[in-house]
């Protein structure tokens, strides 16, 4: 399956940067000083030949997995596909962020993956404020994939207090 991924992405991604101008968490990391498409460009030299880097270590590390630019690839890529495959080449050779990680469960994860979400789901969990500074933030991390009903129930627990946004 990981080659197969890699594959299709290194045919089709041409490291416009798109996404990478989306992502939220870009912005919050030292990432922000290169350009969206160099950020890219090191995503794809990663998946092409497994080598240290910084740039790549930050950005898988930094991924929320929000689904915020799964929606943006003119090529009609996933472009959390391009993270999820760096993310396995980093554990498979033991380079940042998962030097110390365990290949268990990683198969898990990569069936989760596969189970997308429907488009009300995805409508109804990510949602953006617009307030630049809210007092909260609703998070589901990769349980989004697993539970996403779940996920739901919890944000509209959580949507009931008036703090929430």
Known sequence: MLEEMKREILDQCTACGTCAEVCPSV???D???LGAAEIQE???DFIRDPQPSKAVSRR???CLECFLFT???PEGLNPLSLIETAKALSLQTGYPP???ASLEGVSLHRAALVQALTSVE????CVVSGDSHPKFLFFPGCNIYKSPKR???ARAIARRSEDFL
């Not at 995805?122 to 969990?125: G, H, P, T, Y």
Request: charged share 15%; with cysteine; proline share 0%.
């Open 71 to 73: 929606d943006v690839c």
């Open 42 to 44: 090191a995503l794809l």
């Open 60 to 62: 898988i590390a930094f």
């Open 151 to 153: 996920v739901l129930r």
């Open 122 to 125: 995805k409508a109804r969990v």
């Open 98 to 100: 998962y030097a110390h």
């Open 27 to 29: 912005s919050f990391t």
């Open 31 to 33: 990432m922000n000083s």
